[in-house]
């Protein structure tokens, strides 16, 4: 039998497929019955409905606080009801504007005590960043690791996961599609740190944590505040228009969404093969 090749172009961090900081808007696509995204190409951001206002996953950009505040209005939710923000990690395309909605709607933020000091801190800047893109803004509590963050009738488990950045995290959580519940996962920092042996190594152990959590959780959605990385604006475009009962191709099997995270797990182990 002839070998088997990937008929598949690269994997999503080939330099090929990733364009720094550039994007396309993507509409604003509730694509859960609790879920919706708002975003562009490059990067976006959750919200997620509880029964007591709304949960935003990351933030965007910081020149994005108003197109996250129109995008709210036109998916029909008022941005004074968002309640807290919870960040991944200590990346300005991920922290962007959260203290503008601290400032105007009183949200409270969380992120990682350890991030909270790193995105302070330069070295956490990309190359020829400016040192604006550091955090301006004041949080209003640390998330560890295994805590159960709860807003009325929403909770998000809460996972350590080093290597992109020190403080990374990752979150599980309920959504529902049509009243049918699933297990959502969002891989809290995608890229790997190249050059890093000791991140990359964090990186391959925090994937492998990872799964083990969501697999505790029977979880079967994968989310990714990076579209590029997991074909999120197809699929988006698709929810804006699926039928009914069309499966939603954002939900798979537990056992395809341990095969998805390996796919990451690789990107971080042949960086490291590399060194
Ligand atoms: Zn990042």
Redesign the pocket.
């Known amino acids: 039998m002839a070998e088997f090749r990937s008929w598949r172009p690269g994997r999503p961090h080939a330099e090929n497929r990733v364009r720094m900081g550039q994007g396309e808007n993507i509409p604003p696509t509730k694509f859960f019955d609790n879920l919706t995204f708002i975003g562009s190409t490059y990067v976006g951001c959750f919200l997620v409905e509880t029964s007591e206002g709304y949960v935003m996953l990351d933030n965007m950009c910081n020149k994005d606080a108003q197109y996250i505040e129109q995008s709210m209005i036109e998916a029909g939710a008022d941005p004074a009801d968002l309640k807290a923000i919870l960040i991944?990690?200590?990346?300005m395309?991920?922290f962007g504007n959260a203290g503008y909605f601290r400032e105007k709607y009183g949200t409270k933020i969380y992120m990682s005590e350890i991030d909270a000091a790193w995105s302070k801190n330069p070295v956490s800047l990309p190359p020829n960043a400016p040192l604006s893109d550091l955090r301006q803004f004041d949080i209003d509590g640390y998330i560890s690791d295994g805590e159960i963050f709860r807003l009325g009738n929403m909770w998000f488990e809460c996972v350590w996961t080093p290597g992109?950045?020190p403080g990374?995290m990752s979150f599980i959580f309920p959504v529902w599609d049509e009243g049918r519940a699933h297990i959502a996962t969002l891989w809290g920092?995608?890229?790997p740190v190249k050059g890093d042996r000791k991140a990359l190594e964090d990186h391959i152990q925090s994937s492998y944590k990872f799964t083990e959590a969501f697999t505790a959780r029977g979880a079967d959605v994968a989310i990714s505040t990076h579209p590029f990385v997991d074909n999120a604006a197809e699929r988006l475009a698709l929810c804006r228009r699926l039928a009914d009962g069309v499966p939603n191709p954002f939900v798979m099997s537990p056992d395809a969404l341990c095969r998805f995270q390996a796919m990451y797990t690789q990107i971080y182990k042949d960086e490291l093969a590399a060194l």
């Open positions: 991944t990690h200590g990346h395309d991920h992109h950045t990374c920092g995608t890229g």
